[in-house]
Structure formats: C-alpha cells, structure tokens
C-alpha cells in the first residue's frame, strides 16, 4: 500500500466532515432563520431551490478544477489553493449568519473550492497507483469512499446539535475548522505523493481531434455530425435566452447538457474522419470518452434521487413523530453509517459469495443494481408520504427502510462510479474525466430543479389533482419511476460497453517522480 495514502484519507475524513456539516443544515436554517422574510407556504420550497442549486455549483465547478489541473497547475497545486478558497467560503457562513448576500456568497466559494477539488482528490488517489499495485486501487478507493462517509457521520450527528444549542456562527465554523485541518494535512504529505504532471500541449488531443472530426469535409458529402453540433449550440442560446423564465440555474445547465449531448453525438458520427488527420490512438480515445459519457448521462437519475434526502427527506421528516431531542436533519446520519457497514459487507461476504454461484460482480453490473436501489427507496418513500397525507401519523423510524435502500443504491453507484471513472478515461483527461462524472450529479439536481419548478405551474397542478395524489407523493413517484427507467436503459448499454485498462505503467517506464 502505498504510504503516502493516510494523508489523503485524513484529509478526506476532515474535509467531508466540514462539507457535510454545513450542507445537512442548510436546508433547516434556511427554512428557519435565513428565510423568515417569506411566508411560512413558501419558505421549504425557496430553502430546496437553494439547496439544490448550491449542490448543482459543487458540482458544476470541478469542470475548472479538472481543466485547471490537467492544463496547467497539476493535481497537488490545485486542490491546495482551491482548498484555501473553500476555506474562506465556510468563514463567510459563519461570520454571514443573519445577511442573506454574504451568505450567499459564502455557499458561492465553497461551491467553488468544494467543486473544484471534488475530481482531483479521487484521480489523485488514482496517481498513487500503477501497474505494479493497481490490484490495490478498489481497495482503496473503497477506503477513500469509506473514510467520505465517516466524516459525514460525525457531521450529520453533532453539526445540527450545535446549530440548535449554540446558534449558526458555531454551526457554520466549526465545520470551517475542519476544513483548515483537511489543508494542511493535505501539505503535510506533499513529499511523499506521487505528482503526475500536467501534460504538455497535445496536437492530438481530445478537443483538437473532435474539432477536426466536425469540420472536416469529405468530396461529395455532407456534414451531418455537425449539423447536429450547430443544433446542441442553437438549443443552448435559446435556453439561455429562457434564463429570466426558468432562472439563470436551470438556464445555463440546460444549455450546458444541450452543448454535451448534441456536440457528443455529432462528433461520433464524423469521429472517422479524424483518422489520417490524427493517430489512431488519439481518434480511439476520443471515442472512449464518448462511450463513458453516456454512462455518465444514464447515472444522472440515481443523483436527482440522492441528492434529495438533504431536502425532501428531511422536510418530510419535519412533519413526522419523533422525540423532542431527535431533529430530522439528524436522521442523515444513518446514510454514511449505512455506508460503512455495507462497503466491508460487500467486499467480504456479498461480492464473493455472488463470485461462488458463478455471477461476477463487475463494475457496471453494480452500478445498474444500484440505479434500481434508489428507485426502490423511492417508492418506500412515496408510501409514506401517501400514508401521512392520508392522516396517519408516521414515525420518523419508517424512513429506515428508504435510507437502507437508498444507500445501498449509493454504494453500489457511487463508490463503484469513482474507480470506474479513473479506470477508463485516458491519461491526458484523468482530471476532466472525473470533473464530468460529477457533473452527471450537477444533471442529476438540475432534473429536481425542473421538476419542482414543473409543478408550479397550474396545468401541471390541476393534472396531479387529477391523480389522487399529493403533489409531493407524486413527485415521489415520479422520481422513482426516472429511476426505473434509467436502470433498463443503463442495464442495456452496459451489456455493450467495453472496458478498458487506463492505469500509468509502472514508474520506472512511466517517468514520473515519485516519493
């Protein structure tokens, strides 16, 4: 194992913890104290959108980091300094407590410094790795995924016991105090790591191969795979031109995800007359990362589903029985707990009992599994909801059932989609890669953001009347119902993609500087 790896995970422990310290109380201080300008209808419903919208920009934001990094800084550099910014970010919560732009700006920089390390953290955990020790690297990534969740659990039990006994300043810092911690722990094993640097300037690089495949013209034909890009940029300036309709957020990711999709299809369709122009390997690994995107865009429903039980969950909890001590924000604590159970549970008894009966347990085969998880957990929530909409008074101990579900869900995605996503994307792009598998979660909450803005309209309104249902219950089952039909669709192209081996060699070939 390697030894410079403690330092990452402590690092990983503590800045979990301040990340997810501050962000479990969010949505009750808003609702709370923040927002008490609003009338008490409203206040859950604005506390969501910003809830929502701030994770959309933590997960937004790690396109910079991860181009920043694999252009100019490298990984180490980057994640320190944007680290600092994250820093300043939880001091503006803290100091920020009762001014509503200050504490925006605060959610701001932290979405910043959080986005931007977000990719580089785990490939860099990934760079500590070759192919003399690759066999290791699930392991750890597990770990990585493992020490995540500690940190969570600290912070979802004592972060919402201090904003009660000793109001947000404390809530809020205390969190920044971590973060510090997570920094200069992160220095203090700069000597030891393995330091990849950026690579140099690639006239065969990603974007340059994906320019030439759509502008190349071929005697007598057209350019089909351009038209289709033009329509993705078309799309994306009339979204933008809906900003003062639908808000600026939901705006510029729309046109964003419109940019991906349409320029990704356009460019597979040309990607062959690239050849010739580019080599060989070049143009194939351009069609690689064409290939993991749509996994990456078949994710998206199982984050729109996660996402919400530090916003839905917990406004459900509000309304539901527990002791007097208890707050719903709490009940998040059984996440990461979850999550640490199931991890060791997994790896040592479930993954190699299904290897016995003959089913190997490959990484695409549990990410499909875990799609369907959440949908499940979202129909157990639904349930519920029917039932208190029904009268029945619930206790908050029926959303047991919806977390176990829902996080085995997560650990079979999440924690599998990390390695999956260093595993496969080519050298020169590690960074963006992982910054464009966590924008499958910024797509993920702008599904929630569209959906919940969906339902204020009075069609739309007068339609679920229709249906017996309370519009949260069938929000509910909408969601799972996304869920669903993502896990077929993902099961089916899974049976289809084929893997691939993007680990360095081993350091004497690769040239690189090690501890």
């Keep these: 194992m390697p030894r410079q790896i403690p330092f990452i995970i402590i690092n990983e422990i503590c800045e979990r913890f301040s990340f997810y310290g501050m962000r479990n109380i969010?949505?009750?201080?808003?609702?709370?104290?923040?927002?008490?300008?609003?009338?008490v209808a409203d206040r859950a419903g604005e506390a969501k959108h910003v809830f929502h919208t701030f994770v959309i920009g933590v997960f937004f934001f790690p396109l910079l980091g991860g181009w920043l990094a694999d252009r100019f800084f490298g990984k180490y550099n980057t994640v320190f300094w944007l680290s600092l910014v994250y820093c300043m970010g939880h001091a503006c919560l803290a100091y920020f407590e009762d001014n509503l732009n200050g504490f925006y700006f605060g959610l701001f920089l932290i979405a910043l410094g959080s986005g931007g390390i977000k990719p580089l953290v785990s490939?860099?955990?990934?760079?500590?790795?070759?192919?003399?020790?690759?066999?290791?690297?699930?392991?750890?990534?597990?770990?990585f995924y493992w020490s995540i969740n500690l940190g969570s659990f600290g912070a979802s039990l004592l972060i919402p016991i201090f904003l009660r006994?000793?109001?947000?300043?404390?809530?809020?810092?205390?969190?920044?105090?971590?973060?510090?911690?997570?920094?200069?722990?992160?220095?203090?094993?700069?000597?030891?790591?393995?330091?990849?640097?950026?690579?140099?300037?690639?006239?065969?690089?990603?974007?340059?191969?994906?320019?030439?495949?759509?502008?190349?013209?071929?005697?007598?034909?057209?350019?089909?795979?351009?038209?289709v890009a033009r329509l993705g940029v078309a799309g994306a300036i009339v979204s933008l031109?809906?900003?003062?309709?639908?808000?600026?957020?939901?705006?510029?990711?729309?046109?964003?995800?419109?940019?991906?999709?349409?320029?990704?299809?356009?460019?597979?369709?040309?990607?062959e007359r690239a050849r010739g122009m580019h080599p060989d390997h070049a143009v194939e690994g351009v069609r690689a990362v064409l290939r993991i995107l749509i996994i990456f865009a078949l994710v998206t429903p199982f984050f729109s589903l996660f996402d919400q039980k530090a916003s839905t969950w917990v406004v459900q909890g509000g309304a539901m029985e527990k002791p007097s001590w208890f707050m719903p924000a709490q009940m998040q604590a059984?996440?990461?707990?979850?999550?640490?159970?199931?991890?060791?549970?997994?790896?040592?008894?479930?993954?190699?009992?299904?290897?016995?009966?003959?089913y190997e347990a490959t990484a695409l085969r549990r990410m499909t599994a875990g799609i369907g998880f959440s949908a499940l957990a979202w129909i157990v929530i639904g349930a519920i909801q029917m039932k208190m909409d029904g009268g029945t008074s619930m206790s908050i101990v029926w959303q047991i059932l919806p977390y176990v579900l829902l996080t085995m869900g997560e650990v079979l995605v999440s924690a599998t989609g990390l390695e999956f996503a260093y595993s496969q994307a080519p050298a020169s792009m590690k960074g963006t890669i992982m910054s464009l598998w966590l924008l499958s979660t910024t797509v993920g909450n702008l599904w929630v953001l569209i959906v919940n803005a969906s339902?204020?309209?009075?069609?739309?309104?007068?339609?679920?009347?229709?249906?017996?249902?309370?519009?949260?219950?069938?929000?509910?089952?909408?969601?799972?119902a996304f869920?669903?039909?993502?896990?077929?669709?993902?099961?089916?192209?899974?049976?289809?993609?084929?893997?691939?081996?993007?680990?360095?060699?081993?350091?004497?070939?690769?040239?690189?500087?090690?501890?």
């Design 483 to 515: 869920a669903a039909i993502a896990m077929l669709a993902f099961g089916w192209y899974a049976k289809r993609y084929r893997m691939v081996d993007n680990y360095r060699g081993a350091p004497a070939a690769a040239g690189l500087a090690t501890p």
């Design 165 to 227: 006994d000793y109001g947000p300043a404390v809530a809020f810092g205390i969190p920044g105090i971590l973060m510090f911690i997570a920094t200069m722990v992160f220095w203090m094993g700069k000597k030891k790591y393995v330091h990849v640097p950026p690579p140099p300037a690639d006239p065969h690089s990603f974007s340059r191969v994906a320019r030439t495949a759509l502008l190349a013209a071929e005697p007598g034909q057209a350019r089909p795979g351009l038209s």
């Design 123 to 143: 490939s860099f955990v990934g760079d500590q790795f070759d192919a003399s020790n690759k066999g290791k690297a699930k392991l750890v990534y597990d770990m």
């Design 241 to 271: 031109c809906m900003a003062p309709q639908w808000g600026f957020v939901i705006a510029a990711c729309s046109a964003l995800v419109l940019l991906l999709a349409f320029g990704g299809v356009g460019i597979a369709m040309q990607l």
């Design 26 to 39: 969010l949505t009750p201080f808003l609702i709370s104290t923040l927002l008490m300008f609003m009338p």
């Design 455 to 480: 339902v204020k309209n009075d069609a739309v309104t007068a339609y679920i009347q229709t249906t017996g249902f309370s519009v949260t219950a069938f929000q509910m089952f909408f969601f799972a």
């Design 334 to 358: 059984l996440n990461p707990a979850l999550v640490m159970l199931l991890i060791p549970f997994n790896n040592l008894i479930l993954y190699p009992l299904l290897g016995r009966l003959g």
